[in-house]
């Protein structure tokens, strides 16, 4: 079986069309980025080698760096791998990028962006599932006029026990999100880039990772400033004390 890459495509259909089995020929796969050639199956073989390793962005088999498309993809493995090829590919991104996240809803599969506040109230409209969410803390359907917290404590109906699962179930959401509350206005925060010391718009100082104020938990070494997201200038004042200087 023909396998490996060529330096035209013209070489193979015409200069070689009277020599290779037609059958041969139309198993074999034309890289539109590069122009390389690949039979099908080899291909196939390099693509299921690279996400056995865990690999979510697919180049040419050749090393030349270009990109194996989506339509590619989908040509080669089928439609049920490619399938998961692209949700691999799909959670890469989020995990990269803070401004992608997950469409609340348990088993939805839907990505949405939400950059921060300049984009309004964190509601996720899913187009999937068709439900209207908060991406701060999961409440299905959004709860319009209120805070995250103001939601959790609206509810007199509930037990003191099941405000605290509940209040426990939001915190444990919190962790697995891209997005923290601000400890002074409440509004949601996404961390784009940097350290783990954050600054709200309202000037709160505190960690990204557990939310303490100012940071002084040892997330992030003391001598690192905030990053104010009014200005992009450096706030170095009194980093070692317990409260908020701003």
């Given at each position: 079986m023909f396998c490996g890459s060529v330096s035209s495509v013209s070489f193979l259909t015409h200069s070689?069309?009277?020599?290779?089995?037609?059958?041969l020929v139309v198993q074999a796969i034309v890289l539109g980025q590069c122009a390389h050639?690949?039979?099908?199956?080899?291909?196939?073989?390099?693509?299921?080698?690279?996400?056995?390793?865990?690999?979510?962005?697919?180049?040419?088999?050749?090393?030349?760096?270009?990109?194996?498309?989506?339509?590619?993809?989908?040509?080669?493995?089928g439609l049920e791998h490619f399938n998961t090829i692209d949700r691999k590919q799909m959670e890469a991104a989020v995990a990269i990028d803070p401004t992608l996240h997950h469409c609340p809803t348990p088993d939805c599969s839907n990505i949405v962006c939400w950059t921060g506040e300049e984009d309004g109230v964190p509601l996720c409209n899913c187009l999937v599932c068709n439900k209207k969410s908060c991406l701060v803390c999961g409440v299905s359907p959004y709860h319009n006029g209120m805070t995250c917290e103001e939601y959790i404590h609206s509810n007199t109906s509930m037990s003191e026990s099941d405000k605290t699962a509940n209040e426990q179930a939001f915190q444990q959401y919190m962790q697995n999100s891209n997005i923290r509350v601000c400890g002074r206005c409440k509004?949601?925060?996404?961390?784009?880039?940097?350290?783990?010391?954050?600054?709200?718009?309202?000037?709160?100082?505190?960690?990204?990772?557990?939310?303490?104020?100012?940071?002084?938990?040892?997330?992030?070494?003391?001598?690192?400033?905030?990053?104010?997201?009014?200005?992009?200038?450096?706030?170095?004042?009194?980093?070692?004390?317990?409260?908020s200087a701003t």
């Open positions: 070689l069309s009277f020599f290779i089995p037609y059958s050639v690949f039979c099908t199956d080899c291909l196939q073989a390099h693509v299921t080698t690279c996400t056995s390793e865990g690999k979510t962005l697919i180049v040419c088999p050749s090393q030349c760096g270009a990109e194996v498309t989506q339509a590619e993809l989908r040509e080669v493995v509004n949601a925060v996404v961390k784009s880039s940097g350290c783990n010391k954050m600054k709200c718009r309202c000037g709160f100082r505190f960690c990204y990772v557990c939310g303490s104020e100012n940071a002084q938990c040892g997330h992030t070494p003391a001598s690192h400033g905030f990053i104010d997201n009014v200005s992009g200038r450096g706030d170095f004042s009194h980093l070692r004390e317990t409260k």
